[in-house]
């Protein structure tokens, strides 16, 4: 079927000529270090007694009533888009990302086609779910559109809210500077959007027999897990006497599920049962470091960092991790009024700055959302602390308060910590801030995130210790300024964890297939489940 261009959508209902494309932002991934060689499904086995090839698989006759297929997420970690079709045809969508990065490169010169367009039929799509507002989940929502899919979009209370914000930012990275054409989209996809609560069941109305859930994700917030129930009777063997007997499929899409003990948002619960799970695998095979010692490196790296003075920049990306950032800021300056000497001075005195309009608006909705914060952030606000809002901080907004603070910085070598977008160093206003500190040694740049090949954070991390250079912008910027990186702080759940997603259910799944992640995850985490679940059928797609 043609696809078509969203600029062109947009520019049809204006009849006005296709403006030009701007580079799109990239995508968001934390980075850890280090492997554990523990199964974690049986503790006293190392990886290297495991040996899963040994294990025969029951072999599951086609009993599913439905099938799932994959629009994304298959080779790489981005462009997350699956669908769910049942025997009678009628089909869902569970996300429709964007490919990023080297996933976008990939595809582009392997199908000789814009990567973001839908090169899929979306006649027999009745509706779309959404998992979190992450843009490889939702990016091609607006080429979805674009191609005529005209149901409805449900997703979790604050995603709903969230939503329409990440679309527009994305758009004018990426498509139009239009606001009028912009506008345009959004009042056509708000008529769309369907905002549902975690945890309620909810029938969707093109799909007779199949009723949908949203359960807690941990991942960012208003990030959810799907779960699906289907009835037998809505198969194309419902016309046979036998299918009365009622049998109901329970089919689980994992979304992007969080870490444990990351600040700010529970954990996600293990569900009670699943028969066919579809789970990412980022870091299938890595474990994260442990919070404390995570937030200890944190204070010490700005310490060290703080004790010549200068800015400490932080590339951090504006959903998720900003916010997590200044959770751990804020304790760590609690902390500090606790301590006596000159380091818990300094901290009490620090100014910290988040320099990014889409951060800003999203931290008002994750202080607004505090019903969604786990135990110990909601305990702060008992205190009467304020995670997400504390004296120090100071937000920019303007383009023109943007510059004079790059100047004011410059020029004063005053101790600052600065957050800004994008994550990756790739755009964003975080780029004005390196090219104009770089230069300085009493600079550090401090990387929390990871930086994908080909991106000008991975090209500081790599050429900055040894005095490099960097091109920002086309300009060459010498590095002079002291360059770090923490590993551990992470949005996503590691190898135990997902390990541990399925050994918690009490009903465990016939089928799993592992998608979200690059081949080695996927094939370390299909190990583990083959030993956890011998009977289960585990299927890279
Ligand atoms: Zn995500
Ligand atoms: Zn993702």
Redesign the pocket.
């Known amino acids: 079927m043609p696809t078509i261009d969203v600029a062109d959508l947009l520019h049809r209902f204006a009849g006005e000529p296709a403006p030009t494309i701007y580079a799109v932002d990239e995508r968001a991934v934390g980075s850890c270090s280090y492997k554990d060689t523990l199964c974690p499904a049986y503790p006293h086995h190392s990886v290297l007694t495991c040996s899963p090839e040994k294990i025969t698989t029951k072999n599951q006759k086609d009993t599913w009533m439905y099938s799932i297929t994959h629009h994304g997420a298959v080779t790489g ?1 981005t462009g ?1 888009c699956h669908q769910f079709t049942l025997d009678s045809g009628e089909a869902i969508l569970v996300d429709c ?1 964007m490919f990023q990065g080297g996933d976008a490169a990939e595809l582009s010169a392997g199908s000789g086609e814009l990567a973001e367009q839908i090169n899929f039929d979306i006649r027999p799509i009745k509706a779309l779910l959404v998992t979190h507002c ?1 843009i ?2 939702v990016g091609r929502i607006p080429y979805l559109l674009a191609a005529g899919f005209k149901g409805p979009i449900y997703a979790t209370r604050a995603t709903a809210m969230l939503l329409p914000l990440v679309l527009e930012d994305a758009l004018k990275v990426g498509v139009t500077r239009d606001q009028r054409l912009i506008d345009r989209f959004l009042r056509l996809f708000n008529k769309q959007l369907v905002a549902i609560d975690y945890d309620a069941w909810f029938a969707i109305p093109a799909l007779p027999g199949v009723r949908a859930r949203f359960r807690v994700a941990g991942h960012i917030l208003g990030s959810a897990f799907i779960e699906l129930d289907v009835n037998s009777s809505t198969g194309k063997e419902s016309s046979s006497k036998k299918s009365k007997k009622r049998e109901n499929k329970r089919v689980l899409f994992s979304g ?1 599920l969080g870490a444990p003990y990351s600040p700010l948002l529970p954990a996600p619960k293990s569900p009670y049962r699943c028969d066919d799970l579809v789970i ?1 695998s ?1 870091y299938g095979d890595r474990l994260h470091e442990g919070r404390k010692d995570r937030r200890r490196a944190l204070q010490k790296m700005i310490e060290r960092s703080l004790r010549d003075g200068g800015t400490v920049l932080i590339p951090a990306f504006s959903i998720g991790r900003t916010q997590e950032l200044l959770y751990e800021l804020e304790g760590i300056i609690h902390q500090a009024r606790k301590r006596k000497g000159k380091a818990a001075h300094q901290w009490q005195h620090l100014n910290i700055i988040v320099d990014s309009p889409l951060a800003a608006d999203f931290t008002r909705h994750y202080r607004e959302l505090k019903s969604l914060w786990d135990a110990e952030a909601r305990a702060r606000l008992a205190q009467g602390r304020h995670p997400l809002a504390f004296e120090q901080l100071t937000t920019i907004d303007s383009h023109h308060e943007h510059l004079a603070m790059v100047r004011h910085l410059q020029q004063t070598g005053q101790p600052a910590v600065v957050i800004a977008a994008s994550g990756m160093c790739a755009g964003g206003r975080i780029q004005n801030y390196l090219e104009a500190l770089l230069p300085d040694s009493r600079t550090d740049v401090l990387f929390v995130g990871y930086q994908a090949q080909g991106t000008p954070g991975r090209d500081i991390q790599k050429y900055g210790p040894r005095g490099g250079y960097v091109f920002l912008g086309g300009h060459k910027v010498e590095i002079r300024a002291g360059v770090h990186t923490i590993s551990g702080y992470s949005a996503h759940a590691d190898q135990k964890d997902l390990v541990n997603f399925v050994k918690r259910m009490r009903v465990k799944p016939g089928r799993i297939r592992i998608v ?1 992640g690059d081949d080695e995850a996927k094939a370390e985490l299909q190990r583990w489940y083959r030993v956890l679940v011998p009977a289960c059928d585990v299927v890279i797609p």
Do not use: K
């Open positions: 970690v997350s990302g992450h490889d989940h992007d990412e980022t979200h």
